[in-house]
């Protein structure tokens, strides 16, 4: 399928949901989404953002007018995963992958589309992932970097994305912000637990075989790649050290990590540099994470001011979605 795209910056980490849709999946670890007097809630706690900015288009466009993104692409916030076999949780993904095709279709090429898969099981997941190949403005998936005790080395996370690497959609990689005791307090969960699942993801990835296997696949990792571009020095000495780290891969972690894609949400000039000098300037994209309150509201202003080409940021997202 043919996708054609504005000339211009492209945002390649921004999310929508549709106000229908605010029950959540069945199984989801959070309780529904509500609207209290303007402002988004999940379940009881503040997601401190307008509630039009999720699903108005309106204001999605307006945001990019203000910060001069020309093209943004559009994924189902983390919380509305279907990550579990459950009566719902299936046709939850459809409706969602449904009217984000119809949403990214009106926007004249300013808007493009990750979908959906339910991940609790592969058929389901094989049915959605053929359906997203010939659905019009979708160019890919947004999956979770865990699931059940799996991340994408293995398990369903694996097999969806050899799946979508097989009908050429990308892949970008999301983390849950999955609730844990230790991490209650402070928001960590978002702070420690949104980086620490990334780097898991990013390490699986590396460690486990998936690029060996996959050669082709384009995937990336949201919020600067969290933890993991610091940690790839570590990693590289175990690979070498240790027979079970580099068991399942042909070669160390820092030869594979200029295979992967991430985006500039890093919020530090020095973690951006750092991200550059491990994984190249061709693989970073432009990236938001549109509308929350860890968003980087001025995503082109602080790459252009950090050092980023605005062309090179084009070029590498349009290599990343593949139009």
């Known amino acids: 399928m043919t996708v054609t795209l504005r000339p211009g910056p492209i945002d390649v980490h921004a999310h929508w949901l549709p106000q229908e849709l605010f029950d959540l999946p069945p199984g989801a670890p959070y309780r529904p989404i509500s609207d209290r007097d303007g402002q988004l809630f999940i379940g009881d706690i503040p997601l401190s953002i307008d509630s039009r900015l999720m699903s108005d288009v309106s204001a999605i466009r307006a945001d990019m007018d203000r910060t001069g993104v020309a093209v943004r692409v559009l994924s189902a916030p983390p919380f509305a995963f279907a990550r579990n076999d459950l009566p719902g949780a299936a046709e939850y993904a459809d409706a969602f992958n449904e009217s984000l095709s119809r949403v990214v279709l009106d926007g004249d090429g300013a808007l493009v589309g990750l979908g959906c898969v339910s991940l609790g099981n592969v058929d389901d997941s094989a049915r959605q992932i053929r359906q997203l190949q010939y659905a019009e403005g979708i160019v890919g998936i947004a999956i979770p970097p865990l699931a059940g005790d799996d991340s994408l080395d293995a398990g369903t996370l694996r097999e969806v994305v050899r799946l979508a690497a097989r009908a050429n959609l990308s892949v970008l990689v999301h983390p849950m912000q999955l609730p844990g005791q230790a991490l209650g307090r402070h ?65 160390p972690p ?41 968003a980087d509201s001025e995503p082109l202003t602080h790459a252009l001011e950090r050092g980023m080409s605005a062309h090179e940021l084009e070029r590498a997202a349009r290599r990343f979605l593949g139009v």
């Open 187 to 251: 928001y960590l969960t978002n702070l420690i637990g949104n980086p620490v699942e990334t780097a898991v993801a990013v390490a699986s990835t590396l460690l486990g075989g998936v690029l060996d296997e996959l050669p082709d696949l384009r995937i990336c990792f949201v919020h600067g790649g969290g933890c993991a571009p610091s940690l790839l020095g570590r990693w590289d000495h175990a690979w070498h050290a240790r027979s079970d780290v580099s068991a399942d891969s042909q070669r």
């Open 254 to 294: 820092s030869e594979g990590f200029p295979r992967l894609f991430f985006d500039t949400v890093t919020h530090d000039e020095d973690a951006l540099s750092l991200l550059t000098a491990k994984a190249g300037v061709g693989q970073v994209l432009l990236g938001s994470d549109y509308p929350f309150d860890m």
